[in-house]
């Protein structure tokens, strides 16, 4: 295996880890600031307003991607393992 080889399929693995994990980050985030606005409106500072709201969001957000996510990660498996001759030579 040569340099040029492991490197692009180290930004490969990088970009499908970011590329799967954005979608929760971002819903965490979203969500995260909207509650954190409703509390700086209404002067309401529960610890558990935060967590709850998030936690559903991102399981919700699971549940509908998860086809996608299976799917993209059987795609990079599949496309790994053909490449395993390239790796040895």
């Known amino acids: 295996m040569d340099a040029a080889f492991a490197s692009e399929l180290l930004k490969t693995m990088v970009f499908e ?18 509650v954190s606005l409703f509390q700086a409106v209404t002067s309401i500072h529960e610890q558990t307003l935060t ?18 996510m299976i799917r993209t990660l059987m795609e990079f498996t599949i496309v790994v ?5 390239q790796m040895v030579h």
């Open 17 to 34: 880890a970011i590329t799967l994990a954005a979608p929760f980050l971002l819903t965490g985030m979203v969500i995260g600031l909207a």
């Open 51 to 68: 967590f709850v709201p998030k936690a559903l969001g991102v399981v919700g957000v699971l549940l509908l991607l998860l086809p996608w």
């Open 81 to 85: 393992i053909q490449k395993m001759p």
